[in-house]
């Protein structure tokens, strides 16, 4: 179901945030905050100089990226794809949204000058295939961009409850072919695809106690923890007849407001580009 609301941008596009109390508000926040952690550009990949003709964002949630891309590049055709429709917001002139299963595109391969998909890859069955699939979206001398969450690396820093909670859902999961430590393995497929050359990886370690020298990067922590028991409550509410109890979300939510909490969640932003033929 669409939102009606609208978020202050500020002229980049990029949204200036407050506190989530809607999934609308959770997904605008995270991109804020990741935004801000990247100096409020769109992501780590140099597309500064760029002139794109065509973008495509898949499973662009809010649409935050999207309308950020299309005010970055005004003379490029920004389209936006999602399973679910978009909040009611105003959209540049030279943005598009497509209401489609990420599974079933109908886009001609070598169509967008840049792909990207964020925090998606976590959640789709057959992830590198799925990847193979949007990659052959790109045109010769394109850039994919994918940044996504190692949704298991909470466990290593984080406590019992965490790795009850995580495990039984990554059990679940990997009972529908989803892998959710996709992210740590995208460098390796997208390097097992022929035509992709130049591929760069930038790993972010985040701590949910937000206790580093660095503000942009407590930002993320503070918020990506937030996010982090948000979704699984909303999870926990479709899958608790699967071994995912309210017991379970109960202590993980208990657990992660300790002062004490050192979960670190590893988040993987790749890009490559794609060979001229």
């Known amino acids: 179901m669409s939102t009606s609301y609208e978020q202050p941008m500020d002229d980049r596009g990029v949204y200036l945030g407050f506190p989530a109390t809607s999934d609308t508000e959770r997904l605008d926040t995270v991109h804020t905050t990741i ?13 500064n100089g760029l002139r794109p003709s065509k973008v495509l964002e898949l499973g662009c949630g809010t649409g935050t990226w999207a309308i950020q891309a299309a005010k970055q590049f005004p003379g490029a055709q920004v389209v936006a794809v999602d399973q679910f429709p978009l909040p009611d917001r105003n ?4 943005m598009t949204f497509h209401q ?3 599974q079933k595109l109908e886009f001609e391969d070598g169509t967008f000058d840049i792909v990207h998909a964020r925090l998606v890859m976590v959640h789709v069955a057959d992830g590198p295939g799925t990847l193979l699939r949007t990659s052959r979206l790109v045109k010769p001398g394109g850039l994919l961009l994918i940044e996504d969450l190692d949704a298991i690396s909470v466990t290593k820093a984080g406590g019992p409850a965490t790795r009850r909670f995580v495990h039984k859902y990554q059990e679940i999961q990997d009972g529908r072919g989803v892998d959710i430590e996709l992210a740590r393995k995208i460098e390796a497929i997208i390097t097992s695809f022929p035509d992709f050359s130049d591929i760069q990886v930038k790993k972010i370690s985040i701590p949910f106690a937000a206790n580093t020298s660095d503000e942009a990067l407590n930002q993320l922590g503070l918020v990506m923890k937030r996010a982090h028991t948000q979704i699984y409550g909303a999870i926990q509410h479709h899958l608790h007849d699967q071994g995912l109890t309210r017991e379970l979300l109960h202590e993980l939510e208990e657990e992660q407001q300790r002062d004490d909490n050192e979960c670190v969640l590893d988040m993987y932003c790749c890009w490559a580009r794609r ?3």
Do not use: C, I, Q, T
Request: no cysteine; glycine share 8%.
């Open 35 to 47: 935004a801000r952690y990247f100096g409020n550009e769109l992501g780590p990949a140099p597309l």
């Open 91 to 94: 959209l540049p002139p030279n």
């Open 100 to 102: 489609a299963d990420l």
């Open 275 to 277: 060979s001229v033929e």
